[in-house]
């Protein structure tokens, strides 16, 4: 029964990832903790089989913007597949480091069964399998990829062979959230700008309106890494106060329910001013409400929950000449 409910858990979080339903509960977290977590659910079946386990944590930065959730169940399809391919009295090592960029790299390595170039470059797809015979759908690896992908990270597998084990890495940014809460509950200076140093041609300044302060924080970190420069704001009121301040916006990706406002309303004061596009956040998808976005001036109409792809999507349309 167990073994069934989690195939079919499996197979209901592939279906929510292949149609950009699977929303993620963000917030700021400790990495370290998560991949403990992780490691603790499968220590029994690490006892039983005498396995070695080594841990090499860093010491440097390791809080990230994300959902503990589904981190952890990135973690855990891992460490479970490096115990399953494990020998008895073999051994897992699990590490991590901080990058150049802002990120963090999580190394798992096992002593295991080990994989050919092969079953390497299909090892994330669904229903894909090894040379093994272990039962199981092929969904773990596969559903991994994409939660890591919609944290903005990556994940990959590599091998020296046969019989010589596995090593797979994860890479996720490390948070660099440019708002923090206010411990006066003052409201945030409106001119208060997020800029990403690095030089780009998409170097286009976005008014980002979002009254979900996690929402907000997760948009900001996105676009910032994407190298556009950002000012967020959180009503209706303040960005009207932002746009009053004559700053040259080129493109408005704003929420329609503000706590003050509309986001239509402020897409047509957006248009008068600035003359430029924008991309509606919602979450209201059908077709009345689409519909209504593109005659208040918007360009693109975006259904919460919103992946990275259809993010990235918007904005190639938005901005397109």
């Known amino acids: 029964i167990e073994l069934e409910a989690r195939l079919i858990d499996d197979l209901l979080d592939l279906t929510r990832i292949t149609h950009g339903k699977l929303a993620l509960t963000l917030a700021e977290l400790d990495v370290h903790e998560i991949l403990n977590d992780a490691i603790s659910t499968v220590s029994n079946e690490i006892e039983k089989k005498q396995i070695s386990l080594k841990l090499g944590l860093s010491d440097g930065s390791h809080k990230i913007l994300g959902d503990g959730v589904r981190l952890q169940q990135v973690f855990w399809n891992v460490l479970k597949n490096a115990v399953k391919f494990t020998h008895q009295s073999g051994q897992i090592s699990v590490d991590s480091q901080t990058l150049p960029g802002n990120k963090i790299l999580i190394n798992i390595r096992d002593t295991g069964i080990g994989m050919g170039p092969e079953e390497i470059e299909r090892i994330f797809d669904a229903f894909s399998q090894g040379s093994h015979h272990f039962g199981g759908l092929g969904l773990g690896l596969a559903i991994s990829r994409s939660l890591v992908e919609l944290h903005s990270g990556s994940i990959r597998a590599s091998s020296p062979g046969k019989g010589m084990g596995a090593i797979f890495s994860i890479e996720l940014p490390l948070a660099n959230l ?75 990706i704003s929420d329609i329910g503000l706590p003050d406002g509309s986001g239509f309303d402020l897409m047509g004061e957006f248009q008068r001013k600035f003359g430029a596009k924008g991309i509606a956040l919602t979450g209201y998808g059908a077709e009345q409400d689409v519909a209504q976005s593109r005659a208040s001036g918007f360009t693109v109409h975006l259904t919460k929950p919103i992946s990275v792809e259809s993010l990235e999507s918007a904005l190639a349309g938005a901005t397109r000449t």
Do not use: W
């Open 178 to 252: 440019t708002e923090k809460a206010n411990p006066a509950g003052l409201p945030p200076a409106p001119a208060a700008l997020a800029v990403n140093e690095e030089k780009s041609a998409q170097r286009l300044h976005i008014l980002l309106v979002e009254d979900h302060e996690p929402t907000r924080s997760i948009l900001t970190q996105l676009l910032l890494q994407r190298h556009y420069t950002v000012t967020s704001a959180a009503s209706f009121v303040q960005a009207c106060s932002l746009m009053e301040n004559n700053i040259d916006f080129e493109l408005l």
